[in-house]
């Protein structure tokens, strides 16, 4: 919070400038859920479903492919459009940056980063130590239970669906969940949800792995060590292999699937060090 | 943070802290996979008064199959359809219908069904007089209308898509009178519910039965 707060102060650029990929970030997580509402609620079909699967237009199929998984592990032969519908997202999260999903669809990243705001602003400090890994292990987990009991487990308690169905087909009791995840967020551990449990993101970030467009620390001579990248980047081990190499020919590009492409360092850089770069733009392999 | 600890310190972990670390994940993880697993696992079954869509495949393996998108929902032109939301009685997003307050319209198309992207509303189903939602089943043997002579009711056979075929009214002979009371031919009964929504008593007289309960022992 402390640095947060200095930088504010100090910042010669404006809060748009400050705020750019964050304010488009917002317009396409709300939009992408206007765009669900806009069906039942003006009879405007644009996006139809939700985000376990969906068409564009009544004619593009669009699946999770986690959701596509399990199914499998389930023991279930998937229907063809369903097929399609993850083979599209794939390529589509392939271009843009696996955990692009993360940043710029999901709508529980609202709801965390509210968490993490108000965790800063009430100067809590005190974190359950939570392993990164514990995503993976929940990754694997979840399709074997899936194999096990013959049903698509994670979908019964999701929060991502839970919120996105409950808001685009009626919440219930849902809220529950989305009240758990913030709590847990705010006052137990640090970005506890987003970054260290979800198993979804785990998908999306093996494809960031090798997807198209990353973040590239490309001016990276620049950097004062002022540490805003640091504190405001929701997976902050991601940003020094790139920024901070131990070899000066290292690769500028953030390679790390976890990065989630949020386009926050570039934000909160005052010396203009990070933007977005495709993969492949300077010479080869990096 | 765990995950930030200096990685020197890996050095120094024993045999002993690495096997006590490994038990640690793989019991930690056991116990949330059980209580996910106890949790799905209870969702399989449905309550008596849900009715999946069309076409649906068999209740062990529809949660298999279907990704809760409601999509079946949106191409319903009867509002018929819903999706259960987080800790109701059905199975969390999963597509269902409560035959007294909007029955299947049974739409010659089974729009629902094509919509479905996975396959858990099965597009063999290609004629709607063949699918099999329920089974309607006479409850109210004592309040039925026809049967008690309170009037000559015969609002459920009126209401069937399979009329004369689903139900009949046969009639029946006691010491005194005559009446018809409405009979169920499982075979062709869809589940509809149809009759169970026209039923004129308080509470319904005839009601619709998961395929799972009326066809099927456990």
Redesign the interface.
């Known amino acids: 919070m402390g640095q947060q707060a200095v930088m504010s102060v100090t910042s010669r650029r404006s809060w748009f400038s400050r705020h750019t990929w964050w304010l488009l970030r917002r317009t396409s997580q709300l939009t992408l859920l206007g765009l669900f509402l806009a069906?039942?609620l003006y009879g405007l079909?644009i996006l139809?479903?939700?985000l376990?699967?969906?068409?564009v237009f009544s004619v593009l199929?669009l699946?999770?492919p986690y959701?596509?998984l399990q199914?499998i592990a389930?023991?279930?032969?998937?229907?063809t459009?369903?097929s399609m519908?993850a083979l599209n997202v794939v390529i589509i999260y392939l271009l843009l940056g696996g955990r692009a999903y993360c940043s710029w669809v999901c709508p529980i990243n609202i709801v965390t980063d509210l968490a993490y705001w108000l965790r800063t602003q009430l100067g809590i400090s005190a974190?359950l130590?939570?392993?990164?890994?514990s995503r993976n292990?929940?990754f694997i987990?979840?399709l074997?239970?899936?194999a096990?009991?013959?049903?698509?487990?994670?979908?019964?308690?999701n929060p991502i669906?839970?919120l996105q169905?409950?808001l685009?087909?009626?919440?219930?009791?849902?809220w529950?969940?989305m009240l758990a995840v913030f709590l847990l967020d705010v006052f137990v551990s640090?970005r506890a949800w987003c970054g260290h449990l979800c198993p979804v993101g785990v998908f999306y970030g093996v494809l960031g792995k090798v997807s198209l467009i990353r973040i590239k620390a490309a001016d990276r001579q620049a950097c004062t060590d002022c540490g805003d990248c640091f504190t405001h980047c929701p997976e902050p081990?991601v940003i020094a292999p790139a920024l901070k190499p131990a070899n000066e020919q290292a690769s500028p590009l953030i390679l790390s699937g976890d990065c989630t492409n949020c386009g926050r360092c570039i934000d909160v850089c005052d010396e203009r060090v990070f933007t977005f770069a495709t993969r492949w733009r300077y010479g080869k392999r990096p | 943070m765990a995950d930030t600890a200096n990685p020197d310190h890996a050095h120094y972990l024993s045999r002993r802290q690495f096997v006590g670390q490994c038990l640690q994940t793989a019991g930690g993880f056991s116990l949330i996979g059980l209580l996910l697993g106890a949790y799905s696992a209870q969702s399989v079954s449905t309550p008596a008064w849900a009715l999946r869509p069309p076409g649906a495949i068999d209740d062990e393996d529809f949660l298999a199959a279907c990704v809760r998108c409601g999509l079946c929902v949106r191409a319903c032109p009867f509002d018929t359809l819903r999706l259960a939301t987080f800790a109701e009685d059905v199975a969390t997003g999963s597509p269902y219908f409560i035959a007294r307050q909007v029955p299947c319209e049974m739409c010659e198309d089974i729009p629902c069904t094509a919509a479905c992207p996975t396959d858990a509303l099965s597009k063999e189903l290609d004629d709607v007089g063949q699918a099999s939602m329920g089974v309607a089943v006479m409850t109210g043997l004592d309040t039925c209308y026809s049967i008690t002579g309170a009037a000559h009711c015969r609002a459920c056979y009126l209401a069937c898509p399979l009329q004369g075929e689903a139900i009949t009214m046969e009639q029946k002979r006691t010491g005194r009178r005559t009446y018809f009371e409405p009979t169920v031919h499982a075979a062709h009964c869809t589940g509809c519910g149809k009759c169970e929504k026209a039923c004129v008593t308080e509470q319904a007289s005839i009601k619709v039965l998961p395929t799972v309960l009326a066809k099927q022992d456990r």
Do not use: C
């Open positions: 069906g039942p079909w139809k479903g939700n376990a699967s969906s068409t199929p699946t999770d959701i596509y199914s389930a023991g279930h032969k998937m229907g459009l369903a519908g974190s130590p939570l392993k990164k890994s292990w929940l987990m979840v074997i239970v899936s096990l009991t013959t049903t698509i487990a994670w979908e019964i308690v669906t839970l169905r409950g685009v087909f009626g919440m219930g009791m849902a529950v969940i640090r081990q």
